[in-house]
Nanobody, 128 residues
Framework: QVQLVESGGGLVQVVGSLRLSCARS????????MAWFRQAPGKEREFVSA????????YYADSVKGRFTISRDNDNNTVYLQMNSLKSEDTAVYYC?????????????????????WGQGTQVTVSS
């Protein structure tokens, strides 16, 4: 069973930065595609970013492109989301997801229903 645990959320001011982490249990982490999604109150869960197994293939939502950076450390079974120039509309619960079928390429991974494993989420609040 794959377990994902997010951390790093919190309260930050507009134009500030945060780095989210997602730690994964399991010895085959290296082969999984990983992604971040977010869900604001009253809205559907939306895609933020994804990364393939070796970090070469990354994919971003237009709303975060140029501000957020996804990366992974396979030795430590962790994926990161560096969020810079935060805006109030970035406020949401951020979820980490994993799926083996996105191990090679993640460019078709924007639908949350296609990801198998999920973390519990971490709250990010951007205040103005």
């Amino acid at each position: 069973q794959v377990q994902l645990v997010e951390s790093g959320g919190g309260l930050v001011q507009v134009v500030g930065s945060l780095r989210l982490s997602c730690a994964r249990s399991g010895r085959t982490f290296s082969y999984y595609g990983m992604a971040w999604f977010r869900q604001a109150p009253g809205k559907e869960r939306e895609f933020v970013s994804a990364i393939n197994w070796n970090g070469i293939n990354t994919y971003y939502a237009d709303s975060v492109k140029g501000r957020f950076t996804i990366s992974r450390d396979n030795d430590n079974n962790t994926v990161y989301l560096q969020m810079n120039s935060l805006k109030s509309e970035d406020t949401a619960v951020y979820y980490c997801a994993a799926d083996l079928k996105y191990g090679m390429t993640v460019t078709r991974g924007s639908s949350p229903s296609t990801w198998q494993y999920w973390g519990q989420g971490t709250q990010v609040t951007v205040s103005s």
